[in-house]
Each structure stands twice: as C-alpha cells, then as structure tokens.
C-alpha cells in the first residue's frame, strides 16, 4: 500500500531530504501536500515533479504569482492557514515548517488523528501545554525528527514495558549530545567578534540558517532539552546534555538498573525523516550507517555555559514553565534574525535573551490564543531591546 506525505516546509533543509527519501522508495511513498511560506519558485518546480494533490503557500502576495504554473489537478492553498489545511491530506505529515508559524501543522495533524513527524521544535516549546491536550486526546503518532529526540524515541523502544511501568518509569536520565557547533571550545572573550560567516559554519550538519545560528549558540540544544521534556514526559533534572563533537551518538538513554542505550548512526537526517515516514517500521536504504573500521573515538565533554548561556537559559525557561518557553523561543527569532541583518553581534543573542526572560510576564499557557500573545509580546519586547543596544 502506498502512503501518502504531506511535505510542510518543502523548500527547507528537512523538506528537500523528505522528498529525497520519496524519490529512493517512490512504490512505498507517494506526495499527497507540498507547504511553503514564501518559496513559490521551488514548490511548483517540487509540484511538478511529484504532482501532489495540494499546494499551500502562506504568503498571499507570493501565491498570487503562481498563476497556472501548478500542474492539472493540483488544488493551491493560500494564506495564514493554508499549511493547517493541507495537514490533513495525507496519512503522514512531515512538519518542517520553520519558527512558531509551525505550531497549526502540528495542531491540525493531531486533531486529524495523522501521524505527525515533528521537526518543527518551537511549536511544541512554544505550545506545550496546549498541544499536550490535543496529543492526548488523539489517535495519531507524534514521531520527532530532530535528531537527538529520533534517537531518544528509538532507545525507550529497546525497553520493555507492561501493564503497570513504562519506558519512562525506568528512565534514570537522557543524554542529549551535542555537537557543539563551530565555536566548540571557545571562551566568551573569544566570541566577541565572530561574524555571520563564521556562525554559518556548522561542522556537522547541514541546516537552514536560524537552526544553525541557535546550534551555535547552543539554544538549539536548549529547545531540544525543554522539547524532550514535554515529549517524553521526564523531569528537568533527568535530562542531560553532553559535547560530542563526532555527532555519532544522537542521544542515550540511562536507565534505573545502569544500562544506557544509545542510537549510533553517521549525521543524516534522512534517517529521522524516514524512522517517522516508516514507522514502527523502518527504511530499507541505509541513511547513516557506519563503517565501524574508520570509527576510531568517541569524545565528550560539559557544555560550556560561560560561553554559552542560552543553554541555562532555556532550562531556566523549562523549569518555569507555562508561557515561559514560548517567550523565549520567540525573543530568540527575533534575535536570530537581527544578527543574521548585521544589526547585533552573536554575543548580544543571549544577552537580549537575558534581558527578554526577566520581563516575563509569568502568563498560564491556557489555549492557542494566550500563546500567540505572549508570542507577539515577547517579540515586541526582544525588538525593543535590540532597538536600544543598536541606537545607544
């Protein structure tokens, strides 16, 4: 039986892998959706080589100029909720929309009771406590693609469960490694004058240009950790990050009687996209396998968070919880997007993030609505203060 996919995100780093999965299997998988925000050009190109049933694209201005570029048969989807809709036109859907914009595909996907592969992180941090209502409530899988929570999710499967304990009851502690980015090693003094360049230049993966920037200041390692956290349903103090710099192990599991198990495979996320395409089953083609004759070390080391504060911070965010994540996660694109202008240095991220997360206003995440607020306060906020470092 062939499974239709919804590619949400299609012209972005975990999009373009998804479709290059599709091409290796095209008897097992068919594109049922294709989702941009803005890249028109790339998605009818993606439209027609797939013909997929559905396009959406969210940027009114942008879908005008499709015209009747898009193949026969193919429906076009426009505007804020376009994506949404397109997530319940498929048995899969691969969620890599990019920011907070992606929290109604994980929403819509849920409620349709679909599997969800998630890597969108900021619609679970931002929404926690509003998507874990609906989670519970439906049907679907929710597999994460992230490579860190994919191998989180593969090792509580190694473990048995019964009527009574679960794989998390028997949890000690999750490791999360990480790479450590392109400044691994550095001091903060040495931080001071690096350059968008220099941030850009992720040693190990390949990834859009706001995920890199956070991998380099290791924010993205702290969404990942509030991320584990409202997936798997552990503590803060049960969840560890370590520096790995190989990116071979994507995380372990520690559990209660001293066994770890860890998911060991060479940095590809077709891997991911394919564990949450295929699940409970998996791929036939080798994504990341590796030739264990050329695998001589393994190394670890603390992460620095000296130079690094955006890693305590987000645990600072986790632990306070409700509205407290999505504030964060929302002062932070706001930041991100203000380096990557030239507007503030790499080393003002985490300082505007500071300064952003003592104004938190301390709102309960009750629904949607209150955390598209704080989502919109936070950034007013985040904009602010880098309107005052930049004219002061």
């Not at 891997?271 to 395409?277: D, S």
Request: hydrophobic share 45%; glycine share 6%; aromatic share 6%.
């Amino acid at each position: 039986m062939t499974i239709s996919v919804a590619v949400l995100g299609s012209s972005g780093s975990i999009g373009t892998q998804t479709l290059d999965i599709v091409r290796s299997e095209p008897d097992r998988y068919r594109v049922a959706a294709l989702g941009v925000a803005r890249s028109v050009d790339t998605v009818i190109a993606q439209a027609e080589e797939f013909h997929p049933d559905v396009v959406a694209v969210a940027d009114e201005a942008q879908a005008a100029a499709i015209g009747d570029r898009l193949p026969a048969g193919t429906e076009l989807l426009v505007g804020d909720r376009a994506m949404a809709e397109a997530a319940t036109s498929a048995d899969v859907i691969i969620n890599g929309v990019v920011g907070f914009a992606g929290l109604s595909v994980t929403l819509a996907a849920l409620e349709a009771d679909k599997r969800l592969g998630l890597a969108n992180k900021e619609s679970l941090i931002a929404a926690g406590p509003v998507v874990q209502r609906v989670w519970k409530a439906s049907a679907g899988d929710l597999i994460p693609v992230d490579s860190e929570h994919c191998a989180v999710h593969q090792c509580l499967r190694a473990n048995e469960v019964t009527d009574k304990v679960t794989p998390v009851d028997r949890v000690h502690e999750i490791v999360l490694t990480a790479s450590g980015g392109p400044f691994r090693g550095r001091s903060r003094g040495d931080l001071e004058a690096v350059t968008i360049e220099n941030a850009l230049a992720h040693p190990t993966w390949s990834m859009g240009p706001k995920i890199t920037i956070d991998s380099s200041t290791l924010m993205n390692k702290g969404l990942e950790v509030i991320e584990a956290h409202e997936l798997f349903g552990v503590s803060y103090d049960q969840i560890n990050v370590v520096v790995h710099p190989q990116s071979v192990i994507h995380s372990m599991v520690s559990y209660t009687d001293g066994a770890t198990i860890a998911q060991l495979s060479m940095p590809d996320m077709r891997l991911c996209i394919g564990y949450a395409l295929a699940f409970p089953d998996r791929l036939e083609v080798p994504y990341g396998a590796i030739d264990w004759s050329e695998m001589s070390r393994l190394d670890f080391q603390r992460p620095d968070l000296e130079a690094f504060p955006c890693l305590r911070l987000a645990y600072e965010a986790g632990r306070a919880g409700e509205t407290a994540p999505a504030w964060l996660s929302a002062a932070n694109e706001v930041a991100v997007e203000e380096f990557l202008k030239g507007r503030i240095r790499w080393v003002d991220i985490s300082d505007v993030l500071e300064e952003a997360l003592q104004r938190w206003p301390g709102t309960t995440a009750t629904d949607v609505d209150v955390v598209l607020d704080t989502d919109s306060a936070a950034r007013r906020m985040a904009a602010n203060l880098i309107d005052k470092r930049v004219h002061a």
